[in-house]
C-alpha cells in the first residue's frame, strides 16, 4: 500500500497523489536550506512547492525508447537539449556517449561543452553577435556545428576564418513546410547556398549537413497526420539530397525531427541520416494531444499545495502561478492550463504570478478533500516552457528524490 | 546627431532603434566572456540578444514618482518587489531605505533579507511547508511579517512558536473584490478572523495590519475605471478597518495596491496607511492599456537582432522567442505579441522558444531597412512576466550599459 503523501501508480499507469499532511512538520527545520542537494533522499511529498518534479524512470524509459526506434531504423539519434537543458537529461539521451546532440542556444553550448558533451551541433540561423564565441567553440571542440540559410551567414563565417586548419562544419536549414528558418527545397537559392557552403572555400568551410525542422507536427491529431507531415519532410528533404548529388555537391548528412516525427516515424526516415527530436525526454500534453506519446509517457509534473479555500465563489487557491507553469496551456484543454493529476473533475481556470485558481469542472466543490497544505500535482501543456520557469528539477524514483538537475538559462 | 546603433529618443519621447551593423566585429572577442559585469560601460547596441535592457533614467523616475505620489498623500509606500526581484530595484523603490518592502515568494524574501532589506511583508497566503523559514527570518529581522486568510493559518503560526519573546507579526487578507486570496470584508468570518489574530494569543501574536489587493484594476480602460475601482477597494478596506475600531480590534496598518491604482491614486487612499503597488518600476504595454502610465514610462525593452529574411512569406525572423520574451502578449495587441519600437507597421506574428517571427500589419516588408543582423527593441505586454525569463537585466543610460541587475528566482 502507499503510504499517504506518495506519488503512485495508478493501475492505469498515471500517477495520483494524495494529500501529504502527514509529511508536515514531521522535521521542523527541514526548509530552511536554500541548496536543492539537501532534498536527495527526502520524500517528494516533502518538497517545498511550487516544485518540477521528473519521474526519473519515464524519462530513461522515453530516451531508451527513442534511441532504439532510431537504431530500428538505422538513424543516428541527435537528441535536442533545449527541453531540459541539463547534462544529465543529455547523458539520457544519448545514451551515455555525450556525443551528438542539437542546442538552440549559445549558453546551451558552452555549459555542454563544459560538462564533457561534443559533436554539438547549434542548430539555429548563425546570430551575427555571437560569432566570436561559436569561433572560440569551433576550435576547441572536436565538431562544433553551426547552421546558415543565407549567403550573408555563410559571409560572415567566410570573415571569421579559423586558426590551425580548422574548417567551419556548416549545416544548411531547409524549410520543409514548417515556415520558420530555412531555404525551401524547392527554391534554387537552396542549391546555389549548398554549393558555395561546399565549394566555395573547401579550406575554410565544409558542408556538414541538410536540417529540417518539422514542426508543423504540432498542428496534428493523431498518428496518421503525424506521419504523412513526417512523410512530406522526409520525402523533400532526400529530394534534396539528390538535387545535390546531381549537382555534384557532397553532404554527407540530412537530420529532420520533431517528438511526434520521431514518435511515430515513417520507414523512409531510415534514408536520413539523423534525426533530433527533444521534447520526447519529458513530453507533455501537448504530445499527448497530438498524439506523440500516451499520458503515462509524461514523465513531469508541478508539485503545488492549496494555500486557499473560497467556498463563496466555488473555488480553492495553490501555491502554482504562471511563474511556476508558464502560460502555455491558455485555452488549450478542457481543465485549463494544465491537468490536475487524479482529479480531471477539476480545472486551473487562472493564473497569475504566484496563484493559481483551481474549481470543478462543473458542480460543487467538496473541500473536505482539499485541505490547506495538500499537495496536488499540474500536468505541464508545454514541457519546454515550463521547465524553463525552474532553477532546479527534482528527479525522484518511487516516491523519494533521487536526484536534482540544474537547466542552463540566458543566452 | 545619435550614432547608428544608439537607442535614441525620438521627438514623442519614444526610444527608436537603428540598424546596428557598425558594431559588429568592431570588438572581436568581445562576446567571449559568460559574466554580465564586462557589459558595464559598453553600448547597449552590442549586448548579446535577446537582451533585457532597463532605461535607468525612466526607472528611476517611475519610482521617485510613486514616493512622491504617496508622500503627498501621507502614505507609506511599502513597494512590492515582484516585478524586478533584484536589490537595485529594491533600492530605487524604498528611496535608498531598504525598509518597508512586500515580496511573493520566500525566495524573495530570503534574498532581500540577506541584500540588508528589513520590514518586509511576505504578502502571500502563509505556505504551511514554508513556516519554517518563515520563523527563521522572523527570529532574525526585525520585522519580517506574514499574510493569512484563514483559521488554519493562524493555527501553523500557533503552533510554531517564535522564541526570544518576537510575536509573529500577521497582516489578514482582505478580499475586496478581486476574486483571488482573502475574505470578503463584508464576511463576518473576516471580523472574527482580525479579532483571533488580535487577541487570541497577543503574547504571540500581533495583528499588524489589513491588506488588500485591487487586481482587478487590470481589467480596467482609462483612469476613470481605475479610479472607481481604487475607490471601491478602498472604500471596503477603511469600513473593515471601522468595523475592528468599533469592535475593539486593534489594527494599525491598512494596505492596498496595484500599480494601476496607485498610479491615479484617490483622494481617499490617504486614510489607508500604506500602498504596495510593484509593476510601475518597469510598467509595459499592459498598464499603457489599463491606461496606469504612457508609452514613455515604460522603462524596459527586449532587444533582439534579425537572423532571417523569408520574402517568399513576408517575414523575418527575429532571436527572441517566448523564452525571452513570455507568452503574455498573445491576443492583447494589434502589433502581435510585444510592439516593436519605432515600427508600429510591424506585428510580431509568431513565437516558438527561441525564435519569432515579424510581418507587417500591412503590405509588402522592405526587407533592405532589416538587414541581417539590425537591432530591434520590443516593449513587452507584461513585465513582471519578460523579466523572469532573464537571468540578468542590463541598466543603460544614454546608450551605455551602467549596471548590471540580477534577480533572484524560484521559490
Excluded at 537529461?89 to 555525450?98: H, K
Excluded at 565549394?199 to 497526420?225: D, I, K, R
Excluded at 473533475?345 to 493564473?351: E, I, N, S, T
Aim: aromatic content about 6%; proline content about 6%.
Amino acid at each position: 500500500m502507499p503510504e499517504e503523501g506518495d506519488l503512485v501508480h495508478s493501475q492505469a499507469g498515471v500517477q495520483t497523489t494524495r494529500p501529504v499532511q502527514a509529511a508536515y512538520g514531521a522535521t521542523p527545520g527541514s526548509h530552511c536550506s536554500r541548496g536543492s542537494a539537501m532534498w536527495v533522499g527526502r520524500r517528494v511529498a516533502e518538497l517545498p512547492t511550487p516544485a518540477f518534479v521528473v519521474d526519473e524512470a519515464v524519462a530513461r524509459r522515453n530516451a531508451e525508447r527513442m534511441l532504439q526506434r532510431c537504431r530500428a531504423l538505422g538513424l543516428r539519434l541527435r537528441p535536442h537539449m533545449k527541453t531540459h537543458k541539463t547534462l544529465e537529461g543529455g547523458e539520457l539521451m544519448t545514451g551515455g556517449t555525450r556525443r551528438g546532440i542539437v542546442v538552440s542556444t549559445l549558453a546551451e553550448a558552452r555549459f555542454f561543452a563544459a560538462g564533457g558533451f561534443d559533436d554539438i551541433l547549434y542548430a539555429y540561423p548563425l546570430p551575427f553577435d555571437k560569432l566570436e564565441e561559436c569561433a572560440v567553440l569551433a576550435q576547441r571542440l572536436e565538431a562544433f556545428q553551426v547552421l546558415v540559410d543565407s549567403r550573408d551567414a555563410l559571409a560572415q563565417l567566410r570573415r571569421r576564418r579559423l586558426a590551425r586548419g580548422v574548417r567551419w562544419l556548416v549545416w544548411m536549414k531547409l524549410d520543409c513546410g514548417n515556415g520558420r528558418a530555412g531555404l525551401r527545397h524547392t527554391d534554387p537559392g537552396a542549391l546555389e547556398l549548398a554549393r558555395a557552403i561546399a565549394q566555395e572555400a573547401p579550406e575554410e568551410v565544409a558542408l556538414a549537413g541538410v536540417y529540417a525542422h518539422c514542426g508543423n507536427t504540432y498542428g496534428c491529431s493523431g498518428v496518421p497526420e503525424i506521419q504523412a507531415v513526417a512523410q512530406a519532410t522526409t520525402a523533400a528533404t532526400l529530394e534534396f539530397m539528390g538535387t545535390l548529388q546531381e549537382a555534384g555537391v557532397t553532404c554527407p548528412a540530412s537530420s529532420i525531427g520533431s517528438t511526434p516525427s520521431c514518435s511515430h516515424p515513417v520507414a523512409d526516415m531510415g534514408k536520413l541520416t539523423e534525426v533530433h527530436p527533444g521534447n520526447y525526454i519529458f513530453y507533455d500534453l501537448q504530445q499527448v494531444t497530438i498524439g506523440s506519446c500516451q499520458l503515462e509517457d509524461v514523465a513531469v509534473r508541478v508539485l503545488t499545495r492549496v494555500i486557499g479555500h473560497y467556498p463563496h465563489r466555488n473555488q480553492l487557491l495553490v501555491d502554482c502561478g504562471w511563474a511556476g507553469l508558464s502560460l502555455h496551456g491558455l485555452g488549450q484543454l478542457p481543465t485549463g492550463y494544465a491537468l490536475i493529476e487524479g482529479h480531471p473533475d477539476l480545472k486551473l481556470v487562472g493564473m497569475t504570478q504566484e496563484h493559481g485558481r483551481v474549481e470543478p469542472v462543473v458542480g460543487a466543490l467538496d473541500f473536505s478533500k482539499f485541505p490547506l497544505g495538500s499537495l496536488l500535482a499540474l500536468i505541464p501543456y508545454h514541457a519546454c516552457a515550463t521547465a524553463a520557469m525552474h532553477p532546479v528539477y527534482y528527479v525522484h524514483a518511487e516516491g523519494k528524490v533521487v536526484a536534482t538537475w540544474k537547466p542552463v538559462r540566458g543566452w
